[in-house]
T-cell receptor, first 114, second 117 residues
């Protein structure tokens, strides 16, 4: 079975600072992908970044980077230079090659203060 | 359309009534997924289709829930004899590829907020 764990229900960060949102995963499938989604108060689900299990380098997308530590089974999201608009719920998700469904964690609510 | 659309956006119904939730995927997307998201939780998988074929319905909670995608495009999730515990956000997503690949970005719709009184 696949499982995603996000242990931080809420995080606070000041504008312009960096913040790390934790995500650990569990799967026995050697081929998998890890995703991060942002859900603002409007409720939409916005794809942020993807990391494949065989990728040699950590994924980066603008201010988002993924700290992928395969041996530890962690895929933490790093947001650099936080902005007020980053305040939202963030979900880590996993997809294994055997299945097409995404398995989500419970999410972390990020609040960015001025 | 430009993105995944869902209708209605909000649905309030009385316990015991049937509801049908519609999803219109991104044009050309072959895979379509249904998820349910309770308040304060992450989305939970319900079922998915490749073209018109339902590939996995392991997430459907019970036999009151069913889904179809008869022409491989629009999909309908039907909940019969609704119960209060069915209240949640129901999200649809679509992706452009059907083959198993760990990278298969799913584009989510805005969701239908279902409230069962």
């Amino acid at each position: 079975a696949q499982k995603i764990t996000q242990t931080q229900p809420g995080m606070f960060v000041q504008e312009k600072e960096a913040v790390t949102l934790d995500c650990t995963y569990d799967t026995s499938d050697p081929s998998y992908g890890l995703f991060w989604y942002k859900q603002p108060s409007s409720g939409e689900m916005i794809f942020l970044i993807y990391q494949g299990s065989y990728d040699q380098q950590n994924a980066t997308e603008g201010r988002y980077s993924l700290n992928f530590q395969k041996a530890r089974k962690s895929a933490n999201l790093v947001i650099s230079a936080s902005q007020l608009g980053d305040s939202a719920m963030y979900f880590c998700a996993m997809r294994v090659q055997s299945f097409q469904k995404l398995v989500f964690g419970t999410g972390t609510r990020l609040l960015v203060s001025p | 359309g430009a993105g995944v659309s869902q209708s209605p956006r909000y649905k309030v119904t009385k316990r015991g009534q049937d509801v049908a939730l519609r999803c219109d995927p991104i044009s050309g997307h072959v895979s379509l997924y249904w998820y349910r998201q309770a308040l304060g939780q992450g989305p939970e998988f319900l079922t998915y289709f490749n073209y018109e074929a339902q590939q996995d319905k392991s997430g459907l909670p019970n036999d009151r829930f069913s889904a179809e995608r008869p022409e491989g495009s629009i999909s309908t999730l039907t909940i019969q004899r609704t119960e209060q515990r069915d209240s949640a956000m129901y999200r649809c997503a679509s992706s452009s590829v059907a083959h198993s690949s760990s990278y298969n970005e799913q584009f989510f719709g805005p969701g239908t907020r279902l409230t069962v009184l």
